[in-house]
């Protein structure tokens, strides 16, 4: 199972950007689907995160201007991030919690490669 993300660059502050990030492989379901951000010296944090059910939480920094969805049928979240602030610059993770297989309800947590998005002042 792999996690590709893609959208990450640089935009001026006030701007957008759409992330994207399309699992593949063998996966009977996923469960959670989300994104995460770190920059160097800090945790990585949590920025949103979609349920199967389509319930989300977001960060109190992010509530209000970014939003999180996903298409189940392509196995792809998106995280549309509009009024980009400077302090959003980081590398952007996607995360999601897969079940392999129909014959077991083991999930198992998966991340992409990390995209930068870097906003400038």
């Known amino acids: 199972v792999q996690l590709q993300a893609y959208g990450g660059g640089l935009v001026p502050a006030g701007g957008s950007l759409r992330l994207s990030c399309a699992a593949s492989g063998s996966i009977f379901s996923i469960n959670d689907m989300g994104w995460y951000r770190q920059v160097p010296g800090k945790q990585r944090e949590l920025v949103a995160l979609i349920r199967s059910g389509d319930s989300t939480n977001y960060a109190d920094s992010v509530k209000g201007r970014f939003t999180i969805s996903r298409e189940n049928a392509k196995n792809t979240v998106y995280l549309q991030m509009d009024s980009l602030k400077p302090e959003d610059t980081a590398v952007y993770y996607c995360?999601?919690?897969?079940?392999?297989?129909?014959?077991?309800?083991?999930?198992?947590?998966?991340w992409g490669q990390g995209t930068l998005v870097t906003v400038s002042s």
């Open positions: 995360y999601a919690q897969i079940r392999l297989i129909r014959f077991s309800s083991a999930t198992y947590d998966y």
